[in-house]
């Protein structure tokens, strides 16, 4: 679903929640996400060497899941949307079997360049935090 | 390691800080559309700008941009990543400082933090050329996962005109596993271990109270002396000082003395929204227990509840509340 409209900032207030989004963690996302990323590092795509490092299954990796969390406020902010930072602090994995959901609230506004810190945290339904952050976001004054 | 293998392991860790990684990397494709496509197609990513030449020639954009998360992808050295040289000179100096840990036992490693700022839009035809430095390694650790050290990289990217678009804080950790996760990776069959509540205590004076709920019983403990109930159990009668007893079982009628909502952190295992709530029963005595089955904004104090003993995980057998 492709979102055309962009969030004006003089919309956005302080407390905004933005829609969860519940990401099914599939082998395919891991391994898809790590190739996408050029993240040939074996515990993204290889289960054996991934066992070997004492977890059951691939894991995702920290670019897809900074993907994930840049997606999440564009899909929100829209099209025009500037995204200046993405900070993030890893939890739990991501494995095959979960599902990881992603919740995110307007945490700071600046008037004078426009941009928004959005907090966003992604829980997977088994093993809890999987990452917390900060998405820094420049606007539109007017949409 | 003795204290002063212990120092000459510092040393040789520290000696890392300071270094680059490696010689200013250009990544071996520039900028372009298709490994964006790629990337936004496993993301889920439809924003506009990143794959609609039209779409994005008419917005603010300008043109089609990359997705600022790829940053990093576009210096990343692809394939040969899953087998590192086994030629010691060749490795990077980040491999290099990650083997001297590994050969002390840190054979862990596990992404912490990573922080991207983006300075400008990157569009198709750019080129992206990293520069990492070895910024810091903390001090020894004590870890969940086990003891070890933070190490923190900063990455400068700049352009084909040596013009800064993006900086990247990167901090692993270098631990020793633990013992206890190496057992528990030593089951594992391919299965992520689904993890239960905290598990009951059950001492001498109160594992035959838990013992009855497992069987779906709610006890209450009373004094043959006196008659008193009380709860939880002990071994002695507050009124008489008798230490013989019995118990009846709780209809599990009452209604809600106090209760809390727990927010955060969020243990893995209880399902949430998660009310804790002191239940007083119509027997007389109180109970911690769960309010369910309603939402948290609907519990309130006086509120009467109906209890059962449900199986809440795998391994936990618990009286729960639902509003009456």
């Given at each position: 679903m492709?979102?055309?409209?962009?969030?004006?900032?003089?919309a956005?207030?302080?407390g905004?929640k933005?829609?969860?989004?519940?990401?099914?963690?599939?082998?395919?996302?891991?391994?898809g996400?790590?190739?996408?990323?050029?993240?040939?590092?074996?515990?993204?795509?290889?289960?054996?060497?991934?066992?070997?490092g004492?977890?059951?299954d691939?894991?995702?990796?920290i670019?897809?899941?900074?993907?994930?969390?840049?997606?999440?406020?564009?899909?929100?902010?829209?099209?025009?949307?500037?995204?200046?930072?993405?900070?993030?602090?890893?939890?739990?994995?991501?494995?095959p079997?979960?599902?990881?959901?992603?919740?995110?609230?307007v945490?700071?506004?600046?008037?004078?360049?426009?941009?928004?810190?959005?907090?966003?945290?992604g829980?997977?339904?088994?093993?809890?935090?999987?990452?917390?952050?900060?998405?820094?976001v420049?606007?539109?004054?007017?949409? | 390691?003795?204290?002063?293998?212990?120092?000459?392991?510092?040393?040789?860790?520290?000696?890392?800080?300071?270094?680059?990684?490696a010689?200013?990397?250009?990544?071996?494709?520039?900028?372009?559309?298709?490994?964006?496509?790629?990337?936004c197609?496993?993301?889920?990513?439809?924003?506009?700008?990143?794959?609609?030449?039209?779409?994005?020639?008419?917005?603010?954009?300008?043109?089609?941009?990359?997705?600022?998360?790829?940053?990093?992808?576009w210096?990343?050295?692809?394939?040969?990543?899953h087998?590192?040289?086994?030629?010691?000179?060749?490795?990077?100096n980040?491999?290099?400082?990650?083997?001297?840990?590994?050969?002390?036992?840190?054979?862990?490693?596990?992404?912490?933090?990573?922080?991207?700022?983006?300075?400008?839009?990157?569009?198709?035809?750019?080129?992206?050329?990293?520069?990492?430095v070895?910024?810091?390694?903390?001090?020894?650790k004590?870890?969940?996962?086990?003891?070890?050290h933070?190490?923190?990289?900063?990455?400068r990217?700049?352009?084909?005109?040596?013009?800064?678009?993006?900086?990247?804080?990167?901090?692993?950790?270098?631990?020793?596993?633990n013992?206890?996760?190496?057992?528990e990776?030593?089951?594992?069959e391919?299965?992520?271990?689904?993890?239960?509540?905290?598990?009951?205590?059950?001492?001498?004076?109160?594992?035959?109270?838990w013992?009855?709920?497992?069987?779906?019983?709610?006890?209450?403990?009373?004094?043959?002396?006196?008659?008193?109930l009380?709860?939880?159990?002990?071994?002695?009668?507050?009124?008489?000082?008798?230490i013989?007893?019995?118990?009846?079982?709780?209809?599990?009628e009452?209604?809600?003395?106090?209760?809390?909502?727990?927010?955060?952190?969020?243990?893995?295992?209880?399902?949430?929204?998660?009310?804790?709530?002191?239940?007083?029963?119509?027997e007389?005595?109180?109970?911690?227990?769960?309010?369910?089955?309603?939402?948290?904004?609907?519990?309130?104090?006086?509120m009467?509840?109906?209890?059962?003993?449900?199986?809440?995980?795998?391994?936990?057998?618990?009286?729960?509340?639902?509003?009456?």
């Amino acid at each position: 679903m492709s979102n055309t409209k962009t969030v004006a900032y003089k919309a956005v207030q302080v407390g905004d929640k933005l829609p969860p989004l519940e990401i099914p963690i599939t082998s395919s996302l891991i391994v898809g996400g790590a190739i996408a990323s050029r993240d040939f590092t074996p515990v993204h795509h290889d289960r054996a060497a991934a066992q070997a490092g004492g977890l059951p299954d691939v894991f995702m990796n920290i670019l897809t899941s900074n993907g994930l969390m840049g997606r999440y406020v564009t899909d929100w902010a829209g099209p025009d949307a500037t995204v200046k930072k993405i900070d993030i602090k890893l939890g739990a994995p991501n494995l095959p079997g979960f599902v990881m959901t992603i919740t995110g609230e307007v945490k700071a506004k600046d008037d004078a360049t426009g941009i928004v810190d959005v907090a966003v945290v992604g829980e997977n339904n088994v093993w809890g935090m999987h990452m917390m952050g900060t998405v820094r976001v420049a606007l539109p004054k007017e949409a | 390691m003795t204290p002063e293998e212990k120092k000459v392991f510092m040393d040789k860790i520290h000696a890392f800080v300071g270094m680059e990684m490696a010689p200013p990397t250009k990544g071996p494709d520039d900028v372009n559309k298709a490994m964006i496509r790629h990337w936004c197609e496993v993301m889920g990513d439809a924003n506009p700008v990143y794959t609609d030449e039209a779409f994005a020639k008419a917005s603010s954009k300008g043109s089609i941009i990359a997705p600022p998360a790829m940053l990093q992808a576009w210096s990343l050295e692809g394939y040969p990543m899953h087998s590192p040289s086994k030629d010691e000179a060749l490795l990077d100096n980040q491999r290099k400082l990650h083997k001297v840990f590994d050969d002390h036992g840190y054979t862990g490693v596990l992404g912490t933090n990573c922080t991207q700022e983006y300075f400008r839009d990157l569009k198709p035809g750019d080129q992206v050329i990293a520069h990492t430095v070895i910024d810091s390694i903390s001090e020894e650790k004590a870890t969940q996962r086990g003891i070890g050290h933070f190490i923190e990289t900063v990455t400068r990217f700049t352009d084909q005109n040596g013009e800064k678009v993006g900086e990247m804080r990167f901090r692993v950790l270098k631990f020793i596993p633990n013992e206890s996760n190496k057992v528990e990776s030593a089951k594992d069959e391919g299965k992520p271990e689904v993890p239960t509540r905290i598990a009951s205590p059950r001492g001498h004076d109160n594992a035959w109270w838990w013992q009855q709920v497992d069987k779906g019983v709610v006890p209450i403990q009373r004094c043959k002396n006196c008659q008193t109930l009380r709860h939880p159990p002990r071994s002695m009668c507050g009124e008489c000082q008798s230490i013989e007893w019995d118990f009846i079982e709780s209809k599990l009628e009452g209604e809600v003395f106090s209760f809390v909502e727990l927010h955060y952190p969020k243990f893995p295992g209880y399902q949430y929204p998660l009310i804790c709530a002191v239940i007083s029963l119509g027997e007389g005595t109180r109970i911690v227990s769960n309010i369910v089955g309603c939402k948290p904004e609907d519990v309130k104090i006086g509120m009467k509840v109906k209890g059962k003993v449900e199986q809440v995980d795998e391994k936990t057998m618990l009286p729960q509340f639902y509003p009456a």
